[in-house]
């Protein structure tokens, strides 16, 4: 191949690098409005009354809409497809408040400033209702965060403060685990943590010429804000447009309706543009984060160490509302039990309402907490069975052929399809990385001293986008100079896809990337796309946007032939060619398809939704070094080798692991939010929440081992997620090596790291 495979400029890079206007607020704001939400202070509460008659009366205030201006509708503001499988237990506004920086009010006007003083101004009287904050303490609790009424649903009984439960089995794993000669335990947490991306979330809203709502917005999913947004504010989808501009960062927190109804109720009240950004603040305590899980894990073996049975729990925060509350827990159960092979697996596992900041999708979604537990309970096992920690999973591993029952059992909130595995490349990860990390060496040092270096592994799978649900769709067309306009309803979030769909359409028409003009993410101009999650983009979008440039190929095959008079040709070179050497360019063919000789406009859709959804695999290797006497972990170094099938760019691909590394780090040793005993967030800002940055980097080695997956574009399976999951269990795994201290409980304290020490001595 000549285009796929290579290294490839990104299509964006030169607007990017001059610093043209491409992100949301980059357009001219004249005579917009300025909103703010005015945030609940308690953790749960209803609205007795809400005086807004002195903040009315400021100069420059346009509107202040609350829960008694709107009627009574519920939905959810998971950016899911349609029926959607998250409870719908929201309101637009609420007379009941179930988190502190719940949404009580809007304020909009001609500036922040006038805006920031009405908020002030805003009389609220509250009824204090007592709040849950520990999800152990919430099932059955004589405190329901959601009592239900009229028009709400729930997936499973909001009366037992469940959002969401899964109770699946195959086999019998009671009898498994009793038939196996070893049995081991353990549970682990993972704690909220933060997406963190630059760009906040962002909102502008304005009537066009036509008076249709226009909504320019950061999003993930801009067609399921249309349907959404719709929906709550009793606007036909047809009277909506929604432009995805440039996205600064997403990894999930813009896979959420939060705030477009908002700014739009706006608009639609007063007529005017208006504009809605969160603060940094409002990013940590009102929008959303990754759902925190106890995960529990029993597996049985065999004498031969092959697994007989899995038993797994878990045990998930919600927080006060359940957007993607069961599919979160789908996913981290499904990754998981597609990993390793068992007769006998169960499933059991509660999604649970709390009153603190409700949680969302984060890269990785459910497989970075699955397999924080089972990478390091596999570790644990290999330690006491005295066997290699590879040597045990590789004997497990599900091989080439084999059907990978749980993707049946158990899709994204309803019953899954087969996976026949096609590719696995995992024992090619592990041999790479063993040998990049110098597995050997570093884990047969001698541990002692005050400075302690250990080494360790976690092998993980992954998903190409959802089985039977994900649905690209994309428009191409011919140019008279040979160029091609590729429309996508695919959403860019700065991972490059609209470069790899170029590529891609470049690769089968036989044309340089530049000759393809990519438009992506406008709901007037592009095919539907149910949005950039779930690893989705390259597999199922690319699929289309290959299916397309093939009929287009075609087209040109089948219109040169015309032209030329012929009946057989083959293209060569951007030619039609004869077998008498007789010839035409793409660029004449389509000059007279226009004007002059079997006129027509050369042009293909395509659509691509797969039944299938085949498994990237990853190995991470950490190497570190601990401080004994301070408890302090420095990672040294990463090794991350990633089975992806046929990689489309190089460069962007080894970006995407780059950049999913210290997001893991993070959670690993750094990252956690901390609410105080009202459920207040405490620490809402960089200075007190503490992302990896260049200072703490370790060295990173992001390499690839080639497979083919058939089903996939060119043989490529996905690789936006996969690199975020392994390195905090690697990096868990790695500090038990250096000192024999076994962590269960993110993110990694020095006071942790001390208290085990101290155990072990």
């Not at 009627?71 to 506004?93: C, L, M, N």
């Not at 405190?143 to 997936?155: A, E, N, T, W, Y």
């Not at 990689?647 to 995407?656: F, K, L, R, Y």
Request: one cysteine or more; glycine letters at 8%.
């Amino acid at each position: 191949m000549k285009i796929v495979g290579h290294k490839t400029r990104r299509v964006d890079g030169l607007a990017l690098a001059k610093g043209k206007p491409v992100f949301a607020d980059d357009m001219p704001k004249k005579d917009f409005l300025y909103a703010k939400i005015l945030h609940s202070p308690i953790a749960h509460g209803r609205i007795k009354s809400i005086d807004k008659t002195e903040a009315m009366g400021i100069d420059g205030i346009a509107a202040i809409l609350a829960h008694e201006d709107f009627s009574v509708h519920y939905y959810t503001t998971a950016g899911q497809g349609f029926p959607e499988p998250s409870p719908r237990d929201t309101r637009i506004f609420d007379d009941t408040v179930r988190f502190v920086g719940d949404r009580v009010a809007v304020v909009a006007g001609e500036s922040l400033e006038v805006v920031e003083k009405a908020l002030k101004l805003i009389h609220v009287e509250y009824e204090e209702l007592p709040a849950i904050f520990d999800v152990r303490e919430s099932i059955d609790n004589e405190i329901i965060i959601h009592p239900g009424k009229d028009g709400f649903s729930f997936l499973h009984d909001a009366k037992r403060n469940i959002a969401a439960n899964i109770d699946e089995e195959l086999g019998d794993v009671e009898t498994g685990l009793k038939e196996s000669a070893h049995v081991f335990e353990g549970t682990y947490y993972t704690p909220y943590v933060q997406q963190a991306h630059i760009e906040p979330h962002i909102t502008l809203t304005w009537f066009d010429e036509n008076d249709r709502l226009i909504i320019r917005t950061a999003t993930q999913v801009p067609f399921h804000v249309r349907r959404i947004v719709g929906e709550v504010l009793d606007i036909p989808v047809g009277k909506i447009r929604v432009i995805k501009p440039r996205i600064g960062g997403g990894f999930g927190g813009k896979q959420e309706i939060l705030n477009e109804e908002v700014c739009a109720a706006i608009t639609v009240k007063t007529g005017k543009p208006c504009r809605l950004e969160y603060t940094r603040e409002e990013e940590f305590y009102a929008a959303r984060s990754r759902h925190p899980q106890y995960v529990t894990y029993k597996i049985g073996f065999r004498d031969d160490l092959t697994i007989n049975a899995i038993d797994m729990e878990i045990l998930q925060n919600s927080g006060g509302y359940g957007p993607h509350s069961l599919t979160v827990m789908s996913v981290t159960a499904n990754k998981t039990l597609s990993l390793y092979r068992s007769p006998h697996i169960r499933i059991r596992a509660n999604s649970v309402y709390t009153n603190l900041p409700p949680a969302g999708a984060y890269r990785g979604y459910g497989a970075p907490q699955g397999f924080f537990a089972l990478e390091s309970l596999m570790d644990e096992i290999a330690e006491k069975l005295n066997v290699d920690p590879m040597d045990l999973r590789k004997k497990n591993y599900f091989q080439e052929g084999e059907e990978i029952p749980i993707a049946k059992l158990l899709g994204e909130g309803r019953e899954g399809f087969p996976v026949i595995l096609n590719t696995n490349g995992i024992e090619a990860c592990i041999d790479r990385g063993r040998k990049l990390i110098d597995w050997d060496t570093i884990r047969n040092s001698e541990k002692t001293g005050v400075f302690r270096r250990g080494v360790g592994v976690a092998t993980v799978a992954q998903a190409s986008g959802i089985a039977g649900v994900d649905m690209g769709s994309v428009y191409m067309k011919m140019n008279e100079d040979g160029s091609f306009n590729l429309n996508v309803g695919a959403t860019d979030l700065g991972t490059g896809s609209d470069t790899a769909l170029a590529q891609i359409a470049a690769e089968v028409l036989g044309v340089p990337v530049d000759k393809i003009i990519v438009l992506s993410s406008d709901t007037d101009t592009t095919p539907f796309d149910t949005g950039a999650y779930a690893s989705s983009t390259t597999y199922i979008s690319g699929g289309a946007v290959k299916k397309a440039a093939e009929d287009i190929l075609q087209q040109i095959l089948e219109q040169g032939k015309k032209i030329l008079g012929i009946t057989e040709a083959i293209i060569e070179d951007n030619h039609v060619v004869s077998p008498d050497g007789k010839s035409i360019s793409y660029q004449d063919i389509c000059t007279k398809s226009f004007y002059t000789d079997h006129q027509k406009q050369i042009q293909a859709t395509a659509s691509k939704i797969s039944y299938d959804s085949p498994p990237p695999y990853n190995a991470t290797f950490a190497d570190v070094t601990v401080d004994t006497e301070t408890g302090f972990v420095k990672v040294n170094k990463i090794v991350s080798i990633t089975d992806s099938g046929q990689v489309i760019n190089p460069q962007m691909s080894e970006g995407q692991a780059e950049g999913a590394i210290p997001q893991s780090l993070g959670m690993a040793l750094s990252e956690f939010m901390i609410f105080d005993d009202k459920g207040r967030a405490v620490n809402r800002d960089f200075e007190h929440y503490h992302i990896y940055t260049s200072i703490d980097m370790p060295e990173i080695i992001a390499e690839f081992v080639h497979t083919h997956e058939p089903s996939g574009p060119f043989g490529a399976k996905a690789v936006a997620e996969i690199p975020i999951i392994g390195p905090a269990p690697a990096v868990v795994n790695a500090i038990y090596n250096a000192c024999g201290v076994r962590i269960r409980e993110l993110p990694i304290t020095p006071e942790a790291v001390l208290s085990g020490f101290s155990k072990t001595k």
